[in-house]
Nanobody
């Protein structure tokens, strides 16, 4: 089992930045690819970005604009999501997930955190 706990959400004005963190415990963190997803009220949970086990491969819905950047620190068992130039439509609960492969598909992830709320005001 892997336990994931997100933090760093909050209220921010449009154009601002936030960095989310997801701390993992349980099995060996470096054995897992990590993903970030988000879910706005009344909408499906959608993929944001992911990073492979080696940390060398990332995919993102935001390419090539680069507003969202994922990174991982295996020594700290933590994955991060840096979000810049935030927009009101980025308002959602953000979830991190762990799986064997880096993927945009929810089904590829075996473990999920409970989420952290991000609210972007206009």
């Amino acid at each position: 089992q892997v336990q994931l706990v997100e933090s760093g959400g909050g209220l921010v004005q449009a154009g601002g930045s936030l960095r989310l963190s997801c701390a993992a415990s349980g099995r060996t963190f470096s054995n897992y690819a990590l993903g970030w997803f988000r879910q706005a009220p009344g909408k499906e949970r959608e993929f944001v970005t992911a990073i492979s086990r080696s940390g060398t491969t990332t995919v993102s819905i935001d390419t090539p604009k680069g507003r969202f950047t994922i990174s991982r620190d295996n020594a700290k068992n933590t994955v991060y999501l840096q979000m810049n130039s935030l927009k009101p439509e980025d308002t959602a609960v953000y979830y991190c997930a762990a799986g064997y492969y880096s993927s945009s598909r929810r089904a590829q992830y075996d473990y999920w955190g409970r989420g952290t709320q991000v609210t972007v005001s206009s």
